[in-house]
């Protein structure tokens, strides 16, 4: 390859608001935005997490390569233009995959999607041969809402078992009766596992323990993610010899604000506070955290901001390629949102998803259609 060749000449943004499915995030009595990140003058926990703007980008090389790329929710156009304009003109055979000369923050996992997908096409192979080769063609994945009432989860969840789902995860918080839900999920899906994940909102060991013995009672509870504030790691500990229940800690690299990084894995092994992990983060990343699980004999999943397919489709390539991913993952955007903007969808058989293969790299293609239809800005810098 001609390095003039791999040169970057244009980074084209499509700015999309992809609303969710009615009803499909919570039940309708319910208000309980999830986004726990501040959005402008508005305080954590106040928004939905489908009323804000995602953001697709095309990046062009000389030769003609795409590569494509979505970043999380809430992006900041000052950040991205900086970074745009310190990246023309260079070619991508001179980058460091495992280590992007970008800043640290949310925007870096976007534009470190299109660097490799571009990267990958240009060897014409698959975005997981860059990670070492996948040692699975399919990754387990599990259904997912927010809050329900207790009428209506039984039936709701009972859906997603007749498809196929072994997994439901929840969220959830302290006004919840999750042990109410268990025996009602039980009771309509039989055989049904289900996936707490109360975001922090516990608050305490005391809390804990006491939803903990009733959730051990009906018996149906795979992982409890995050039950606690995460610096409680002492408390997690100690959890964790009190519970059945394998207890997770959600190590999520985009919420670089919160000051979540790949040494929490490590901290929390080290303080013998975990079962596994749910991980977050780009693709040398995850792959850092992947090692540091399987190394420690633990296992983990892929976590998610309930994203559009191009994200999903990176997810997807990582954790075919990582040895620790054996629980099923957030992988269920199509599930949720009213379209995840590709021209043919990932390829789900629940309880898995196959790896894409539409051409190399990420393997997925955009729906022109679909963009266009969910639009909300677009921006072309060269």
Known sequence: MQRSDKTIVSFRFDEVVVPAHPGVINSESLAKPLHMLPVGGKAAWSTQFD???KLIVRMTLADGTVGLGEFYRDHEWPRIEAICANLLGTSILDLP???LPLPLCREYDGFECALWDAYAKSLGVPMHALLGGA???RVAVSAWSSHRTQEEVGPWVRRYWEQGYKVIKFKCDLEDDVAGWCARIKEHAPGMKV??????RWENAGNARRIIRELEAVGNVLLLEDPLPRWMLLDFAELRRFSSIP???HVSLPYVYQGQRPHDAINAIAHNAVDGFNFNGGLAKFQALDHIAATAGLYCWHGSEVDLGILEAM???QSAAAKS???????FGRMIRTHDLL???????????RIPSDGPGLGVKLDEAALARFRTAERTIS
């Open 343 to 353: 021209e043919k969808p990932l390829a789900f058989e629940p309880p898995f998803v």
């Open 315 to 317: 997810y997807v390539h």
């Open 247 to 249: 207890i997770v800690l």
């Open 97 to 99: 995959l495992q280590d």
């Open 51 to 53: 009323e804000l703007p």
């Open 195 to 200: 996936l707490f994940d109360p975001n922090q």
């Open 325 to 331: 991913c054996v629980w099923p993952g957030d992988i």
């Open 135 to 137: 040692i699975r063609d």
